[in-house]
């Protein structure tokens, strides 16, 4: 709809400026193309709706890897771990989760988490820390049920973090 028209124009716009790194270009073109392929398709059955939430999440992605050029590399990481958390109640959700893809998941968070936890106040770290073990003991028994059941509420964590000062 419109959100996907504008979100291609300002793309569009950015591109003809001639400062996007190449792989970036790539990156974030093909992350559009998809997402306007899920958005051309009625979202009737889990599938396609899943299909559409993990290109929205593409885009993000290739939103702030764009950013890194101009954010500090602490706020991007945040947001990213947002993004990741996203991916994980995407991927555990589906009713043919992949352990795999939730392992996956858990490692990047964790990946993320070694980078940003240094500048969170210490009443979040402790929750995420918690919630991170939580969810790399499902990733780890390869319990995707235990994974769905813990995400959302890791979700919402992750979206009320703030970084100090």
Same mark, same amino acid.
């Given at each position: ?83 990741? #958390? ?6 555990? +959700?589906?009713? &043919? %989760?992949? @352990?795999?893809? $939730? ?34 003991? #499902? ?6 049920? +235990?994974?769905? &059941? %813990?995400? @959302?509420?890791? $979700? ?10």
């Amino acid at each position: 709809g419109q959100a996907l028209d504008a979100m291609t124009a300002a793309w569009e716009a950015h591109r003809a400026s001639g400062t996007v790194p190449p792989l970036l270009d790539v990156q974030m073109s093909q992350a559009l193309d998809a997402l306007r392929g899920n958005a051309l398709m009625p979202a009737v059955d889990d599938r396609n709706r899943e299909g559409a939430r993990n290109a929205a999440l593409d885009v993000e992605m290739a939103s702030l890897d764009l950013e890194l050029q101009y954010r500090p590399p602490t706020e991007v990481d945040v947001a990213r771990f947002n993004v990741w #958390a996203n991916q994980l109640a995407v991927d555990s +959700a589906s009713d &043919e %989760a992949d @352990p795999g893809q $939730v392992a996956g998941d858990v490692s990047s968070l964790e990946w993320i988490w070694d980078r940003i936890a240094h500048s969170l106040e210490r009443a979040d770290v402790d929750e995420i820390e918690g919630q991170l073990e939580e969810l790399r003991t #499902a990733a780890d028994d390869e319990d995707t049920g +235990a994974a769905a &059941e %813990a995400a @959302p509420r890791f $979700v919402e964590t992750v979206a009320g973090l703030q970084l100090t000062g």
